[in-house]
């Protein structure tokens, strides 16, 4: 007996690879990235900046090779904006970013942070220099939100996860326009009991796109007498009826080992928000923050995890609405 098991993400040597020390401008901690590989290869970073307030705004860091040689943009990229919309009070955090080839734009789901709480907003560009803001379209309690990059029967689709009195699950629903939403549908629990990812789970960057269907990497916490624990599991959907969970792994595949994971701002986190594909179509990097403080990057297959997932994995058992 042995205590292998198999390691699906490779952290890069450099970790972390950007911190606040990078900043052109004060910043406390840089963190949980959006990210997108631009038409000219270039990867994009949405870094989560928070400053010394507590307030976080959203700044871009760009680089040729998704690695090293980050230009960062010399002032906020993206700033809240309390006066025009109000649920942007104490700012904004966690940038996903997905394309949406039939407006030409990339869309930014991220969370407005105002008295009520953490809300879904959403914004559109084409250039990372201005914005069309469209303003929140799920109301707090919400968060950890993306697009997904086509309609879905004639109308876009939307990831949050919610927190209701059922608990804090991942919902999907449905719009014709990205400003009027409906058809709200529970697609994945948080386990109960024991489990790693029991009471609440989160989507972590958008889903990905595979023959096989849509593939999740999403986050659990569990609580333990030192703080939640957080980790990145993987669960994959039909890819006509991304409500239907076909398959989902019962173990986590990627959670917090190293020292810049482990202690920070708030420990043992390790927090995905995006990733960028290369020109294989297979090597996927993983952009995260860890310990909500720095930036980090880990590198691995989705063909391997697809295969992990469907070797370990387990169909549902879990009604999928409440």
Not at 14 to 22: E, S, W
Not at 165 to 179: E, M, N, Q, T, V
Not at 225 to 235: K, N, T
């Amino acid at each position: 007996m042995t205590n292998d098991h198999v390691t699906l993400f490779h952290r890069h040597p450099r970790n972390p690879i950007l911190t606040a020390a990078d900043w052109p401008y004060p910043a406390h901690t840089v963190f949980n990235p959006g990210a997108i590989r631009l038409a000219d290869g270039t990867t994009l970073l949405l870094c989560r900046v928070e400053d010394r307030r507590g307030h976080s705004h959203l700044s871009a860091a760009r680089s040729a090779n998704g690695i090293d040689g980050w230009v960062i943009d010399p002032t906020p990229t993206f700033q809240a904006d309390p006066t025009n919309f109000p649920e942007e009070l104490w700012g904004i955090e966690d940038a996903r970013i997905t394309l949406l080839e039939e407006l030409g734009q990339y869309a930014i789901a991220y969370t407005a942070f105002g008295k009520a709480g953490p809300g879904v907003a959403l914004a559109l560009t084409k250039d990372f220099h201005t914005f069309e803001r469209y303003g929140i379209v799920m109301q707090p309690d919400d968060k950890d939100a993306a697009l997904l990059p086509r309609r879905i029967n004639g109308l876009f689709a939307l990831l949050h996860r919610p927190i209701a009195d059922s608990g804090a699950h991942i919902w999907i629903s449905y719009s014709p326009d990205l400003r009027n939403w409906g058809s709200h549908k529970l697609i994945l629990n948080a386990r109960k009991g024991a489990w790693w990812d029991a009471n609440k789970v989160g989507l972590s960057p958008p889903l990905i796109e595979t023959p096989g269907g849509w593939l999740m990497l999403y986050h659990g916490v569990r609580q333990t007498a030192a703080g939640g624990l957080y980790r990145v599991g993987v669960a994959l959907f039909d890819l006509q009826d991304p409500e239907v969970c076909l398959l989902r792994g019962d173990a986590w595949i990627f959670g917090p080992e190293a020292e810049y994971e482990r202690a920070g701002d708030v420990a043992n986190v390790v927090f995905p928000c995006g990733y960028t594909i290369c020109d294989d179509g297979d090597t996927i990097h993983l952009y995260y923050g860890a310990a909500d403080t720095c930036i980090a990057m880990a590198t691995g297959s989705i063909r391997e995890i697809v295969a992990w997932l469907r070797a370990e994995g387990s169909p549902p058992h879990m009604a999928t609405s409440i």
